[in-house]
């Protein structure tokens, strides 16, 4: 199966700067790739799919880039809603697989 | 809206089953999948399986093969995902998800999620 592994496993971050997600699959995927938030309490939500389209109504400031395996989800001017848990996922092959998380926290 | 909307928590014992539902709105039920992922407590997302709603055929994860049971029903727009033979590492978080995009098994990412079901396994 396909190994998702994510860095950092934590991220300080302060309101207003830009934080940047890494997701490294352990083979190629090509552009099979969705990013997803999870917030305390609360089901995940798609952000982005095919590596860097972004879902219907998710905001501007997430953007997503990489194929084959290395990928970045980046947050360009975080809010404070934005604080929260984020898994990458690939979509190419199964067994499908996610990443172990990045949890964007307050500085 | 499309909306997935989940059954509630269940509390089994080891060794026992447990049926979760799904029940789907707001879209043609048989034209898109539905997944299923678990999340144990503190921990990431792990894929179960998918079911095509339209011919009832699944497919499941091989760490769940043979424990895992995905059915719908086409009446009332629901899925179902039943795991037997339960033990305390099954204590989790189930939710179903429709897969993206244009339906029809074309997509393997997941929008939207069901709100999620506790199942707790103990004794």
């Known amino acids: 199966e396909v190994v998702m592994t994510q860095s950092p496993a934590t991220l300080s971050v302060s309101p207003g700067e830009r934080a940047t997600l890494s997701c490294r699959a352990s083979?190629?995927?090509?552009?099979?790739l969705a990013w997803y938030q999870q917030k305390p309490g609360q089901a995940p939500r798609l952000l982005i799919y095919?590596?860097?389209t972004r879902a219907t109504g998710i905001p501007a400031r997430f953007s997503g880039s990489g194929s084959g395996t290395e990928f970045t989800l980046t947050i360009s001017s975080l809010q404070s809603e934005d604080f929260a848990v984020y898994y990458c996922?690939?979509?190419?092959?199964?067994?499908?697989?996610f990443g172990g998380g990045t949890k964007v926290e307050i500085k | 809206q499309v909306q997935l909307v989940q059954s509630g928590a269940e509390v089994k014992e080891p060794g026992a089953s447990v049926k979760v539902s799904c029940k789907a709105s707001?879209?043609?039920?048989t034209s898109w999948y539905i997944h299923w992922v678990r999340q144990a407590p503190g921990r990431g997302l792990e894929w179960m399986g998918i079911i095509n709603p339209s011919g009832g055929s699944a497919s499941y994860a091989q760490k769940f093969q043979g424990r895992v049971t995905m059915t719908r029903d086409t009446s009332t727009s629901t899925v179902y995902m039943e795991l037997s033979s339960l033990r305390s590492e099954d204590t989790a978080l189930y939710y179903c998800?429709?897969?993206?995009?244009?339906?029809?098994?074309?997509?393997?990412?997941?929008?939207?999620w069901g709100q999620g079901t506790l199942v707790t396994v103990s004794s």
């Open positions: 707001g879209y043609t039920f």
């Open positions: 095919g590596a860097s």
């Open positions: 996922q690939q979509c190419d092959d199964w067994p499908l697989t």
């Open positions: 083979q190629s995927v090509s552009s099979y």
């Open positions: 998800a429709r897969e993206g995009g244009g339906g029809s098994g074309s997509s393997n990412w997941f929008d939207p």
